[in-house]
T-cell receptor
């Protein structure tokens, strides 16, 4: 039972353009969502998070949008840079529980 | 800079031996830490929750007698893979939560440990 899904295993974007990574969840109890960036053989690096009381959170080039009714969130990266090439995981949690449920990841490749 | 460290970063061992992996929180105390496992091209799967001063909580399907967890102090949790077999070869990652200003917890991850069992 995959509670958090990233249906696109890979995404290729031109440098300077916008990258949009999507994530869907099924458990309506989730109320806190995070995005992580991961390189091979390294631990995930925290990027940005959003609480269910918000529908948007912005941090520099990264913006996360949350659509609770659709149980969908997305990460926008603009402008995309070559250093953004990595695997991106979305994760969900129930506040206080601290345990994270991860999606399968999306490999983002930024082309020069 | 890194807030969670792991040691070793990689280890190769023979089948049947035990391997200990350390996870340390740097400059902060963590009463709870989490251990994840990632197989190639798969997602991170939570194995267990490490609790300082009490027993670890294991996720369904994870053998507690095989994956021993000890949370010896507020900055150290260890995972011991006992009687390791080739199917235990994986990337093991720990995390620790830091509470934000909005009282939400953000998990910060260690760099991971690559275990290869021959």
């Amino acid at each position: 039972d995959q509670q958090v899904k990233q249906n696109s295993p890979s995404l290729s974007v031109q440098e300077g353009r916008i990258s949009i990574l999507n994530c869907d969840y099924t458990n309506s109890m989730f109320d806190y969502f995070l995005w992580y960036k991961k390189y091979p053989a390294e631990g995930p690096t925290f990027l940005i998070s959003i609480s269910s009381i918000k529908d948007k959170n912005e941090d520099g080039r990264f913006t996360v949008f949350l659509n609770k009714s659709a149980k969908h969130l997305s990460l926008h990266i603009v402008p995309s840079q070559p250093g953004d090439s990595a695997v991106y995981f979305c994760a969900a949690a129930i506040q206080g529980a601290q345990k994270l449920v991860f999606g399968q990841g999306t490999r983002l490749t930024i082309n020069p | 800079g890194a807030v969670v460290s792991q040691h070793p970063s990689w280890v190769i061992c023979k089948s049947g031996t035990s391997v200990k992996i350390e996870c340390r929180s740097l400059d902060f105390q963590a009463t709870t830490m989490f251990w994840y496992r990632q197989f190639p091209k798969q997602s991170l799967m939570l194995m267990a929750t490490s609790n300082e001063g009490s027993k670890a909580t294991y996720e369904q399907g994870v053998e507690k007698d095989k994956f021993l967890i000890n949370h010896a102090s507020l900055t150290l949790s260890t995972l011991t893979v006992t009687s390791a077999h080739p199917e235990d070869s994986s990337f093991y990652i720990c995390s620790a939560p830091i509470r934000g200003r909005g009282f939400e917890d953000t998990q910060y991850f260690g760099p991971g440990t690559r275990l290869t069992v021959l």
